[in-house]
């Protein structure tokens, strides 16, 4: 049997925008317009490494773009990327996925060489290469962006000659705790037993190998588009001999990479040592990003004699407004998304804790709130509860409201020591 | 402490009053209005704590009934102290006096320890205080109050809570209001509405994309359409065009057909037989015109051969012609050569002849020759003239050193001769000088004596002396006189010097002699002094004598010391100096004898120095003797002689050397010459004699040149010859040939004679061409008809039916006018289609909504960081609020939680607590309910009730910590109902278990409610200017 290559992606999401960026304007055009073409980026180093390298074929497990945008550029960019790799004797099969349910589809219609399973039932196609028959693929999209149905049952082994890849491709939520909606649920032992030598997913945004021979594989999206994306981005290279998989390996896409950079400000005596402490952060995230733009969110940690001056707004707006421009003149560019401070002051908050004072009182209160999510909730329900931000604005769970609260009690400590 | 007694000396209404014996605890004080009870109120505030400032306003009670403004009081401290705190008006307070009960004086500070730093506004407000004072909240806002009944315990925090709160209050409304429209939130929620309808429109316009597609495809179905209907229209229009087309042709087709029919002629014809001929009879006639030049050439040559004879011998020559040509110019050289040669081989013989002559008679080539080499010869002289030089100098050297020496011995002999006269000198100057010394001491010896007998004459003195001339006058004279002497000396000699000097010595001693005479009449002791005198004479003389013998007169005896050491000195000095010169003598008695020695030296040098050059001289002659050179030369001559001897050899050698040259180039010249008669001769030509070889030779190498081109010019013709006959008879069997084809072509036309021939094609000619135009005719028919062949088109045409030209062109016109209007239709539709094309090109390509995206996401991020923010601040608001609450409930300042138990006694539990909320100087009572209520929110009895409830409370604190204070009240519980006024008197009761509480009141009706509680209450009558114990059931006014 020949050995052979096929690459396997997932959860493109094509122009689709960055979160949580509040301050990219004109005044930075170039990050602007690598936030707006990144997800074009990626796709657009797949379709170069398929073109270049001859796989033999792309798999590609749903979410290719959000139906919600209705970009038609990007499934005009897609199917032209498509046609690239047909063109190159590389073709590609495509399920839909929650974001791009089959139904109310793509506006385009596909070039030869590319196969997008239907919703109905599980379709299996061949894949033939030089008259010998190299894989069966089978697969089966989801019908709209709620699916609930358990697609992995339609999906069995088509008989086919033996030594021949079988894999299975399909858009859906393995367990219950994968931090994404439920659609398409299944549990792992499912698919391990189906008979499939390799699981094509797609949904969960994480790089996942949950299983290996059978293989079942999430390959991550291909371009993180927020904080909690950080860190490389791509899709999986599956290397097959003897009609099975060898093994399985990771490749960058990302056109911009997020990252997290922390920033220790124990022995930092000034605001000023912080500053170049978040300049020298910029710097590693600029060596971390391997060539490509970076945005960073820096966190600053630890206790320090800085802290009390940290807890001012206006001075984190200032050591991000400068960080900000150093990054944003770099080559690439580093693009500091938020400057977060969780640093403690060197004050002994226990001790305060137990005095009886007013502070004291405060902390106690504090520490009667912390196992009191109702009474949290209140204090912000007046927020919460305006209409207008119902939808947009998500009630925090319960390890950030904790967190809301220590940097609350910080605070009243500041406020109540400020000329004390 | 309490208040024992009290003694208003003028206060008010009041003057003299005294009140004793008050007891401790409750003392109730009733009187009418004006009777004076807030006059007793003020009196206590003005002692304890001072008279008001006049500025102030406040009423000072100036004393109204006369007196001395002011009193004292008797206080009793905890510990049983008693003291008498007197006070008159003045500044700062007033006039104080402290004294202990005994009358001695204790201090002010003495009442400030019994009053525990209480100020006087505290005492006012809190103390001793009236209804007015009871009926404001601002009297308990001052900072003593405030500090014991707001802040206390809170710490630090409390003082900055009320900051944080606005702080944060500020902080939350920034950024979030409901319904506002300015804080950040509020803007980001009317921004992210904006940017989603800016969406809506966005998506909506990309909706059309797929409704573009409809409409697209509508139009590609209506070209599609045009596009066959065009079709259609494009086949028949084709067809009515290629109708109209062929119709005119088909008709000349038919009509030349026809004509064809009709003509006469053969219908064969030999295939390019009018061309052939013609290129026939050209082809004859240029073969003709060639043979004719052909003769003509080859007699031409023929001719030139003949001319072309001569003599040719000379080519044989050739080589012997060339190696002459080639050495012409070498042959001339070396004549010219050969003549130079001989020409200076003469010169350098005359310039022999001359240089011999220049050496002298005897000097010829044989003699010169004989000379050996000049270079030793040279090195000879050299030589000769060096050691000759040394010679002379060696001798010259001697000769001047001797001369040097001889000089150097006359200056050492004259020296000496001028040593030897200076020793005669001295030896004079020194025998001189010995005299003048042994005078000199003899006078020096006589001055001294003379300084004895002087002493003496003093002793005498002391007798008046009688006039005489004074002594000194002979010593001045005589003095003078060796004076003169002395000066005269150096100058006008001993002779002059002296007789000048013994003029003035004798004119000296007739002085003295004339003073002597004169004092001969004296006493004994003038005789003594006589004596004296006359042995003072007698040295004096003597010393004179001496000093003229040393030729010293002028000097005076008083310088002969002087002058003895000088002489003695300049002996001395003679004498050294003799010594000196007696050696100076002996060393140059010594130089001279080694001169002597030196100078026959230098003579025996010179002598031998002369016998070496005599040698030198021999040496010289010797040589040139055996050189064959002439003896007389001197060695400074020989280089000139040998410099010519030089001269002629060299043109001895030159003379021969051009011989030489002249000789070789003979030989050259010999073997041209030879070379050239060989040539002549083999040529059989003669040998001129005299002829110049290099003309004879040029004649021959023209000679030869031209038997050369003869010769090529001949070969060239008859080569020439050869070519010529050959042609000939290529073109004579040309011709042959070209009349037989000539022959053949008539015959197969069947023609006798050429011109038959051509008359035959003429006929011939116009029936082709009549048959071209139909084969023409019918090409264009098929061309027009494409594909159809002849019969078809008649049979297409004759289908037509009955039509014209005409009719067709119009058929034509109509199917154009048709097909335009669906081009039209076409490129309407083209366009739309474009139109829309770029518009879904333009959809599918813009990042509008891209943009507006991240526009969104940015100010969803932006939300979320505000309400992150706006989170933090509320929680830090909500933790103060629930903080200062608890604080407030569970960590109350005693004072005001003992208000709090007033309170409620007063309110009999209406109300339950008092709150002072942090930060703040106010204060709320607290409901059972747990509501909280403002003062104001209050009735205004249960308000004085709070108030009142707060000064016990904070006495009752003040007490616990001090000496607790006399407490004076002025009718507090007159807004009162009847039960609260009664638990207010239970609470003043209780109060006044520990403090001193003096209780004014114009009711008698309070006085029954204390009563009815403790009806031992003591109770004083205040009235008609005074104040005194109440006695009875009802309190008189008058006791």
């Known amino acids: 049997m020949t050995a052979f290559t096929f690459f396997h992606a997932a959860d493109l999401h094509l122009d689709t925008p960055f979160r949580g960026l509040t301050a990219v304007a004109d005044a930075h055009p170039e990050v602007v317009r690598a936030v707006t073409t990144a997800t074009f980026d990626a796709f657009d180093r797949l379709v170069a490494d398929a073109v270049r390298e001859r796989p033999a074929f792309v798999v590609i497990a749903g979410d290719v773009f959000d139906s919600a945008e209705r970009s038609v550029r990007a499934q005009l960019r897609f199917r032209d990327g498509l046609a690239r790799m047909a063109a190159a004797g590389v073709p590609s099969y495509v399920v839909h996925g929650n974001h791009d349910p089959a139904e109310g589809g793509p506006a385009v219609a596909w070039p030869a060489g590319v196969h997008v399973f239907g919703w109905e039932d599980a379709e299996a196609v061949s894949v033939v290469r030089d008259g010998e028959p190299l894989a069966v693929l089978a697969g089966v999209s989801h019908r709209r962006r709620a699916e609930s149905r358990r697609l992995h049952r339609k999906l069995a082994p088509p008989a086919g000659p033996r030594g021949v890849l079988r894999v299975a491709v399909l858009h859906c939520n393995v367990g219950s705790d994968t931090g994404h909606e439920p659609y398409a649920p299944c549990e792992l032992a499912d698919l391990v037993g189906a008979g499939f030598d390799y699981w094509a997913l797609g949904h969960v945004h994480e790089r996942a190998v949950l299983h290996e021979d059978p293989w079942v594989v999430y390959p991550g999206n291909f371009q993180g588009r927020s904080i909690r994306e950080a860190g490389p981005r791509g899709y999986v290279r599956v290397s097959v001999a003897g009609g099975r998989p060898v093994s399985v390996a990771f490749s960058a896409t990302d056109a911009v990479r997020w990252m997290r950079q922390a920033v220790d400000v124990a022995g930092l005596p000034t605001i000023d040592a912080v500053d170049r402490a978040v300049a020298d952060a910029v710097d590693r995230a600029a060596a971390a990003a391997d060539g490509r733009p970076a945005i960073v969110r820096v966190e600053l940690r630890g206790r320090g004699p800085v802290a009390a001056d940290l807890a001012r707004p206006e001075a984190l707006a200032d050591l991000t407004e400068r960080a900000r421009d150093a990054g944003a003149a770099l080559e690439p560019f580093v693009w500091v998304e938020r400057l977060v401070s969780a640093c403690r002051p060197e004050v002994d908050l226990d001790a305060r804790r137990r005095a009886l004072d007013l502070l004291g009182q405060v902390l106690r209160v504090a520490q009667d709130l912390r196992s009191d999510p109702d009474a949290l909730a209140a204090a912000w329900a007046e927020l919460h509860d305006h209409p207008a931000l119902r939808r947009d604005l998500a009630v925090p769970r319960r390890e950030d409201a904790v967190a809301v609260l220590a940097e609350a009690e910080l605070l009243c400590v500041e406020l109540l020591e400020r000329d004390g | 402490m309490r208040i024992r007694a009290l003694h208003i000396d003028g206060f008010g209404l009041f003057r003299d009053v005294t009140v004793t014996g008050l007891p401790p605890g409750l003392v109730v004080l009733l009187g009418d209005n004006e009777a004076g009870k807030s006059t007793c109120l003020g009196f206590v505030r003005a002692v304890l704590f001072g008279f008001p400032d006049g500025r102030t306003g406040e009423n000072r009670y100036e004393p109204l009934a006369g007196g001395r403004h002011g009193g004292s009081l008797t206080v009793e401290s905890a510990s049983g102290e008693v003291f008498v705190v007197h006070r008159g008006p003045g500044p700062r307070g007033g006039s104080l006096d402290v004294r202990f009960a005994d009358g001695s004086p204790a201090g002010a500070d003495e009442l400030e320890r019994l009053l525990g730093g209480a100020t006087r506004e505290l005492y006012r407000t809190v103390f001793a205080f009236g209804l007015d004072e009871l009926q404001q909240l601002g009297s308990l806002q001052g900072d003593a109050v405030a500090g014991a009944v707001y802040a206390a315990s809170a710490g630090a925090g409390a003082r900055a809570l009320v900051a944080a709160e606005k702080w944060l209050a500020q902080a939350t409304t920034d950024r979030f209001r409901k319904g506002g429209q300015k804080p950040a939130i509020n803007r980001l929620i009317r921004q992210l509405r904006d940017v989603r309808a800016e969406l809506r429109n966005a998506r909506d316009e990309l909706d059309a994309y797929a409704g573009l597609g409809d409409e697209l495809a509508g139009i590609e179905d209506r070209l599609d359409e045009l596009r066959r209907r065009r079709e259609a229209l494009g086949a028949a229009l084709a067809r009515a065009e290629t109708d109209a087309a062929l119709w005119g042709p088909w008709q000349e087709l038919c009509r030349l057909r026809a004509e064809l029919g009709r003509v006469d002629a053969p219908e064969r014809f030999p295939d390019r037989g009018v061309e052939r001929l013609e290129v026939l009879r050209e082809r004859r006639a240029q073969l003709d015109g060639r043979l004719v030049r052909l003769d003509r050439d080859r007699d031409r040559a023929n001719r030139r051969l003949g001319e072309l004879d001569g003599d040719d011998g000379v080519l044989a020559q050739a080589e012997a012609v060339r190696w002459l040509v080639e050495r012409r110019q070498g042959y001339l050289e070396a004549v010219r050569a050969r003549d130079e040669a001989a020409r200076r081989a003469r010169d350098a013989d005359r310039s022999l002849d001359g240089e011999l002559g220049r050496l002298g008679p005897g000097w010829d080539e044989p003699r010169v020759a004989r000379v050996e080499g000049t270079v030793p010869a040279r090195a000879a002289v050299h030589r000769h003239r060096e050691v000759a030089a040394a010679a002379r100098a060696r001798h010259g050297r001697a000769v001047e050193e001797a001369e040097r020496l001889a000089s150097e011995l006359a200056e050492v002999e004259a020296d000496r001769a001028a040593v030897k006269d200076r020793t005669a000198a001295l030896r004079d100057a020194l025998a001189e000088a010995g005299e003048r010394v042994r005078h000199l001491e003899r006078a020096a010896a006589e001055v001294r004596r003379r300084t004895a007998l002087d002493a003496e004459r003093a002793a005498l003195a002391a007798a008046p002396d009688p006039p005489a001339v004074p002594a000194w006058v002979p010593l001045v004279v005589a003095a003078a006189g060796l004076a003169v002497g002395g000066a005269l000396w150096p100058s006008a000699g001993p002779g002059t010097a002296g007789g000048a000097a013994g003029a003035l010595v004798l004119v000296a001693v007739a002085v003295w002699w004339g003073g002597r005479r004169a004092g001969r009449d004296g006493s ?335 100010v969803l991020a932006l939300l979320e960081e505000e309400a992150a923010a706006w989170r933090r601040y509320a929680l830090a608001r909500r933790l103060l609020v629930l903080a200062r609450e608890r604080f407030e409930q569970d960590q109350q300042p005693a004072v005001v939680r003992r208000a709090a138990g007033f309170l409620r006694t007063f309110t009999a539990g209406a109300y339950d607590g008092i709150v002072a909320p942090l930060g703040s100087r106010s204060i709320e009572v607290l409901a059972p309910d747990g509501r909280r209520k403002a003062p104001a929110a209050l009735s205004r009895g249960t308000a004085e009730q709070l108030y009142l409830a707060v000064r016990f409370g904070y006495i009752g604190n003040h007490g616990d910590r001090g000496e607790p204070l006399p407490v004076v009240m002025d009718d507090v519980l007159v807004n009162f109902d009847p039960t609260r006024a009664r638990n207010a008197v239970r609470a003043v009761l209780e109060l006044a278990r520990s403090h001193q509480v003096l209780f004014f009141t114009c009711h008698p009706a309070t006085v029954d409610l204390f009563r009815a509680q403790e009806p031992a209450v003591p109770v004083y009558a205040v009235g008609s200017g005074g104040i005194r114990p109440a006695g009875g059931e009802r309190p008189g006014l008058n006791p």
């Not at chain 2, 011109?755 to 005719?777: E, G, I, N, P």
């Not at chain 2, 058929?811 to 539709?829: I, K, M, P, T």
């Open chain 2, 524 to 858: 004994f002791r003038g005789r003594r002094r006589a004596e004296l005198e006359d042995q003072i004479r007698v040295c004096d003389e003597a010393a004179l004598a001496a000093l003229a013998a040393a030729r010293e007169d002028a000097a005076g005896t008083d310088g002969v010391e002087r002058l003895l050491a000088e002489a003695a000195s300049r002996l001395d000095r003679v004498k050294e100096e003799l010594v000196r010169t007696g050696q100076q003598g002996d060393d140059l008695a010594r130089r001279a004898r080694l001169l002597l020695a030196r100078r026959e030296e230098a003579e025996a040098e010179a002598a031998r120095a002369a016998q070496a050059l005599e040698a030198a001289r021999g040496g010289w002659h010797r040589w040139l003797a055996e050189a064959g050179l002439p003896g007389d030369l001197e060695p400074e001559d020989v280089p000139a002689v040998l410099d010519g001897i030089d001269g002629c050899r060299r043109f001895l050698d030159e003379r021969q050397r051009f011989l030489d040259e002249a000789s070789a180039r003979d030989g050259e010249v010999a073997e041209y010459r030879r070379r050239m008669a060989d040539c002549l001769r083999a040529l059989g030509r003669p040998v001129p004699a005299g002829a110049d070889p290099p003309d004879l030779v040029a004649g021959l190498a023209g000679e030869l040149e031209r038997a050369r081109a003869r010769a090529v010019e001949r070969a060239g013709l008859e080569k020439r010859l050869a070519e010529l006959d050959a042609e000939r008879g290529e073109v004579t069997a040309d011709l042959a040939a070209a009349d037989a084809e000539l022959d053949g072509l008539l015959a197969e036309a069947g023609a006798d004679t050429p011109d038959a021939l051509l008359a035959l094609h003429r006929r011939w000619d116009d029936r082709r061409k009549l048959a071209d135009r139909v084969s023409a005719a019918a090409e264009q028919v098929l061309a027009l008809a494409a594909g159809t062949d002849l019969s078809g088109v008649g049979a297409r045409l004759a289908a037509l039916g009955p039509v014209d030209a005409d009719g067709l062109r119009a058929r034509v016109a109509a199917l154009r006018d048709e097909l335009d209007r669906v081009d039209a239709d076409r490129s309407r539709l083209e366009q739309e289609r474009g139109r829309l094309l770029a518009r879904r090109e333009q959809l599918a390509g813009s990042d509008g909504v891209a943009r507006l995206r991240l526009e969104e996401e940015r």
